[in-house]
């Protein structure tokens, strides 16, 4: 077979003879490779795309693997060129036309590019300009959107499904009581969206309904509302005599704040202390205070309240050298005899007394446990009265139970026919004198040696030893001796609020001198400057804790109850 | 730099001059909003905020009051020491509440702003150097005639070998990523299609082929030239992106922001 492969350049040109190429074999590979007998480097041509061989007096067209041939629009893998019959192969249309005398060859396809480059280079250059164009957002949009979001949430949710409005419970007694307890989550907990901080841990029971506190909208919190609880809180000082302290005219609020963490934050700089107390007799002229105005720099000494009235519990304050000091505590007592180690024992015990012999922290930690003879003193003081038989033992109480026990031992002895001779000031009687009466028996024995016994317990051996005693008034029975009412108070320095259990990293004689104390309370308390060994004024000092007033003074006064605002309250609630 | 950053000193003393107050002021329990201090911070924090957002709106108008370089100036300052401020107006103290709300938005609003400012400074001569002394018109047009020269190079190889170089004049690096635009991290072309063109195109000779390093070379060359001035032009886009997209960030949430800050303040006075 001969072929005639006539090349027209495009559709409509002539033809170039020049570009005629006859082959002839009898199969034709077209493709862009080198050994095909028609290499055609065009984009769209496979590598070896097609073979075109003879079939009788057609031309059949048949594609490699991997390549389509499109015979009009339909894509084919054989086409059948008869005489004027065309084939698309890649960008080329092969078409079958008759052969004629001058082509020399049993058949004659003329070859023609089916288009322009299929790569536009300038419409790819421009193309290429917006290639990496970056879509920017819709910014109205995302700003539509996130101010909707933050709106609704934000405003629409807590104000329709937070705990807004004022409970309408809250205008009687009762119903505060139970609205302040119920608690107003709301959806989302939304009341916690304007939370503006953590409400401290007591106020948390009824923390999550705001209208708890906050009565009326765009109204500060009023102090009747912290009053319907707080109904004992005190004033400063009594108001008629501090009318500049009278916490009627103030606000709760100007010195607590709530919403501030887990404590109820409470103003403690002591400027608005000193305000007044630097030089209070200007504004509260019948004051015994003494001027103050911070603690390491101008704080007077401590005066120590001491027992005025055993029985009535009045106290007195003192100067702490004041060395005429009064206290009628009734008890006579030293600390420098009981804390010589070897000397003083407890029965069994191998070691002598120390502090912790007889003082034992109360619950709470602030003070001491009261020292009762029975636990802390019976021990070593038996009260026994008579050498002979030391196993009968005084009660420690009321007179008339010693009374009675005296009477019960020496009703005993007379049964026994135990004789006690009164005593004599003299061994020898005179030549001449009368013979002492005869030691008395019976009944009579037993009231004189009870009396006898009554006065020498009370007045010297047994209760004299730790008690105050009043002899009997002239004229009395002598069994009348009384012992005078004790009153130890557990704090001698109450205006202050002094913690034991915050100093225990001090030992005991650290700050009290008991080991050199000879008796009075006054010589045992520590004077300010013990104090300020630890501790400085606001400001601080090097090594020294910073304290501020209330660091050890309470501002409330319970004796002075805030009465105005109680009646407030009160009125409130009666509505 | 506007008048010598004048602006810039204002801000400064501000700034200087809250925390000061801050260091020397003692609030009752902790430092927050609420004290006279707090609200003084507040008062000047909510000025602040509204006469910064009031520029977006005076920025798009001719004429007023000062040149709009001063104003733009006193925008960028005072937007720093706008955070200064609120940031002690907060006393640290955050919570799931409107109140952050505010203060976040706040933040991302002024570090967006300070991302643009950053952007204006340095982009303009990033593009020039970038772009050394082209056009974009003109590296596209670069860009087509070294496609078209790839492709014509490629017919001499198997099918398979004019694929991957067909695909590769059709890689520029995907789409824009988050690490590209705003960290700045290039594409690796030599990862994508067009390594993977010349990885068989190295194969051809010596290797799987039989093709003469005087056809591979050429381009081998192309595609390399055609991948630099992809990496360029992307570069330039992104310079482009970051010069506009922190503004999507800065507009929207000025607004939301200034409806949290009406919510803050409507709150906290409610519940007073």
């Known amino acids: ?575 | 730099m506007w008048k010598d950053a004048y602006y810039g000193k204002v801000a400064l003393i501000l700034s200087v001059a809250a925390i000061f107050f801050y260091l020397i002021d003692h609030p009752s329990g902790v430092p927050n909003g609420g004290s006279w201090l707090g609200y003084t911070y507040g008062t000047v924090g909510f000025g602040l905020i509204g006469w910064l957002a009031w520029f977006g709106i005076r920025r798009r108008r001719y004429g007023g009051q000062g040149p709009l370089e001063g104003w733009m100036s006193a925008h960028v300052y005072l937007g720093i020491a706008l955070i200064v401020v609120a940031t002690l107006h907060t006393g640290f103290r955050f919570h799931w509440n409107v109140h952050t709300l505010a203060y976040v938005l706040m933040a991302i609003v002024i570090v967006s702003g300070i991302f643009g400012a950053y952007t204006f400074l340095r982009y303009p001569a990033m593009m020039t150097a970038n772009r050394a002394g082209s056009t974009l018109k003109t590296m596209s047009a670069e860009l087509a005639g070294l496609d078209q020269s790839c492709r014509d190079l490629a017919l001499t190889f198997d099918d398979e070998t004019a694929a991957l170089v067909v695909a590769a004049t059709q890689d520029f690096g995907g789409r824009f990523t988050f690490r590209e635009i705003f960290l700045g991290r290039s594409v690796n072309l030599v990862e994508g299609a067009t390594g993977g063109a010349i990885a068989r195109l190295r194969d051809q000779v010596g290797g799987v082929g039989n093709a003469q390093p005087a056809e591979v070379l050429p381009l081998v060359q192309n595609l390399t030239k055609r991948a630099t001035v992809v990496v360029k032009m992307r570069r330039d886009w992104r310079y482009r992106a970051q010069m506009l997209l922190w503004r999507a960030i800065h507009v929207p949430l000025t607004i939301a922001l200034v409806l949290a800050l009406t919510i803050h303040v409507f709150a906290v006075f409610y519940y007073r």
């Open chain 1, 1 to 575: 077979m001969s072929t005639l492969l006539r090349f027209i350049p495009r559709v409509g040109a002539s033809i170039d003879p020049r570009q005629d190429r006859l082959v002839a074999e009898p199969e034709i590979t077209v493709g862009r490779a080198p050994d095909c007998s028609l290499q055609l480097k065009r984009d769209g041509l496979r590598y070896h795309h097609a073979v075109l061989r003879e079939d009788r007096a057609d031309i059949v067209v048949e594609a490699l693997p991997g390549a389509t041939l499109k015979k009009g629009t339909a894509e084919v893998a054989r086409a059948r060129l008869s005489i004027g019959d065309s084939v698309r192969i890649g960008p080329f249309i092969f078409t079958a036309v008759a052969p004629d005398e001058t082509s020399g060859a049993d058949h004659v396809v003329t070859i023609t590019a089916a288009e322009e480059s299929a790569f536009d280079e300038v419409a790819q250059a421009k193309s290429y300009m917006g290639r990496f164009e970056v879509s920017l957002p819709n910014i109205r949009l995302f700003a539509f959107v996130t101010s909707v979001l933050v709106f609704v949430l934000f405003f629409i949710v807590p104000l329709i499904f937070g705990p807004l409005k004022p409970g309408d419970s809250w205008t009687t007694k009762v119903g505060r009581a139970e609205a302040s307890l119920e608690v107003h989550t709301g959806l989302f907990h939304s009341a916690r969206l304007w939370n503006v901080g953590e409400i401290s841990g007591a106020h948390k029971a009824f923390g999550t309904n705001c209208a708890s506190c906050h009565e009326s909208p765009f109204v500060p919190v009023r102090s009747s509302s912290c009053l319907s609880c707080h109904q004992s809180i005190g004033q400063h000082a009594d108001p008629r005599l501090a009318p500049s302290a009278d916490l009627n005219n103030e606000r709760c609020e100007s010195c607590h704040h709530e919403h501030k963490g887990t404590t109820l934050a409470t103003k403690d700089d002591q400027s608005d202390c000193v305000g007044c107390h630097s030089a209070l007799k200007s504004v509260m002229p019948a004051t015994k205070l003494r001027d103050v105005s911070d603690f390491g720099s101008d704080h007077p000494e401590f005066s120590p309240s001491l027992v005025q009235d055993a029985s009535a519990h009045t106290m007195a304050r003192f100067p702490l050298d004041d060395k005429n000091a009064v206290d009628n505590s009734h008890l006579k007592f030293t600390h420098m005899t009981h804390l010589k180690l070897d000397k003083v024992k407890k029965a069994g015990a191998e070691k002598g007394s120390t502090c912790a012999t007889c003082h034992e922290e109360a619950p709470g930690g602030m003070v001491f446990k009261p020292v009762r003879y029975d636990k802390n003193c019976a021990d070593c003081h038996q009260l026994q009265f008579e050498p002979k038989h030391p196993e009968w033992r005084l009660p420690h109480g009321h007179p008339e139970d010693v009374a009675n026990r005296l009477r019960g031992y020496y009703s005993e002895a007379a049964l026994r026919n135990e004789i006690f001779p009164a005593p004599r000031s003299d061994i020898f009687v005179k030549p001449g004198a009368d013979l002492p009466p005869p030691p008395p028996t019976g009944a009579e024995m037993v009231s004189a040696q009870t009396a006898n016994a009554m006065m020498s317990s009370i007045a010297r051996s047994a209760c004299g030893e730790c008690h105050v005693t009043a002899p009997p008034e002239p004229g009395a029975d002598p069994s009348e001796w009384k012992v005078l009412p004790v009153y130890v108070p557990d704090r001698f320095l109450p205006k202050a609020q002094f913690r034991h259990d915050k100093h225990t990293t001090m030992t005991c004689q650290g700050c009290h001198a008991a080991e050199t104390s000879d008796g009075g309370v006054a010589a045992l308390l520590p004077g300010i400057e013990t104090c300020k060994g630890c501790h400085a004024g606001e400001s601080g000092a090097a090594q020294r804790i910073a304290s501020r007033c209330v660091s050890c003074h309470v501002f409330h006064n319970p004796d002075h109850p805030i009465a105005g605002l109680r009646a407030a309250a009160a009125t409130e609630s009666a509505k």
